[in-house]
């Protein structure tokens, strides 16, 4: 086992995944020589050449596109988009392409790419720098969508997406970038692609959370237990497909369920874990399930600590749903 952050994991498994298979190309805003702006593909310029990591004009559609077509000619590509929020510019390329190719070609042409982009907020990034668009993209037909929370994870989940046939957006937590340190595997290792993981038991209340959210889940969870609560954590780690079989499975065991996520409340994907749990498990629910989120305003720059549903926020909904 080695320790690496977030970063130096997905790097270690970029540079693993394109020694292994070399169709794979990595592309995107500054990825080359400047190795990004979070330096996730520091190293892979020198080390693969100019045509297998590639600094491209600053055009989220071009980016996608390019890949698109890439993927299309059997290549591997794996773009990155500089910050989730630039790509909206994308978006067209997304929807009404790179998800649709499989199905309209009959599964001739799967498309077979993964989009990296740096999620969420804590950065102080502003409402240009720091969204959450899960959601916009989990309702897409087509699309599989990643948010690890740890280093291990970010290294096994992205091997397997770039592995996996179907398109995947990997978003990464950028809050916990260099933060997020632990042990890692060393060499070639996969986490499955929708398997969630219990990453703290407890009997009372089910917290369901990713990325970032996960250490303010652990936070609150251990205040918590301070009263008396124990809360069982489930990290999602894939968002779509989903893994209800482990939140129904923790839900029927605690009896109360909170969903926590950093993206607006409206239409997030904590109302559709809420949707499901009552259609699953609403005989064993003890009280109403419960939603801490980001608010329905655009993220705001100097209140960004009182956006985010960081452990204070989440502490009270826990105490109220185990006390209902």
Request: hydrophobic share 45%.
């Amino acid at each position: 086992m080695a320790q690496m952050n977030m970063v130096q994991a997905i790097n270690d498994a970029l540079r693993l995944e394109m020694k292994r298979d070399d169709r794979v190309v990595v592309l995107g805003e500054d990825v080359g020589k400047v190795g990004g702006v979070f330096r996730v593909t520091a190293g892979l310029y020198d080390e693969f050449g100019e045509e297998r990591v590639i600094d491209t004009p600053l055009s989220e559609g071009g980016i996608i596109g390019t890949a698109i077509g890439m993927a299309l000619y059997g290549l591997v590509p794996v773009p990155e988009i500089q910050f989730a929020d630039f790509i909206f510019p994308a978006y067209d390329q997304i929807v009404s392409e790179l998800a649709k190719y499989r199905y309209r070609s009959g599964g001739e042409y799967p498309c077979k790419m993964v989009i990296r982009t740096p999620v969420g907020g804590g950065i102080r990034g502003g409402h240009y720098h720091s969204q959450s668009p899960e959601a916009q993209f989990i309702h897409v037909a087509g699309l599989k969508v990643v948010c690890p929370s740890n280093a291990a994870d970010a290294k096994g989940l992205l091997l397997a997406a770039i592995r996996d046939p179907d398109p995947v957006l990997f978003f990464e937590p950028k809050r916990v970038y260099r933060a997020a340190k632990g042990e890692v595997p060393e060499g070639d290792y996969t986490v499955p692609l929708g398997q969630a993981k219990v990453v703290r038991p407890g009997k009372d209340v089910t917290i369901v959370t990713w990325g970032a959210m996960v250490y303010e889940a652990l936070d609150a969870a251990n205040k918590a237990s301070v009263e008396g609560v124990e809360c069982e954590i489930v990290d999602l780690r894939t968002l779509w497909p989903l893994d209800i079989d482990s939140v129904v499975g923790s839900v029927k065991k605690t009896g109360r369920l909170v969903v926590v996520h950093e993206a607006p409340r409206s239409c997030g994907l904590g109302g559709e874990i809420v949707a499901l749990v009552n259609e699953k498990a609403f005989l064993h629910l003890e009280a109403p399930p419960v939603r801490v989120t980001g608010f329905d305003t655009p993220f705001p720059y100097t209140l960004e600590m009182e956006y985010l549903p960081l452990a204070h926020r989440i502490l009270p909904a826990v105490l109220a749903t185990a006390k209902y």
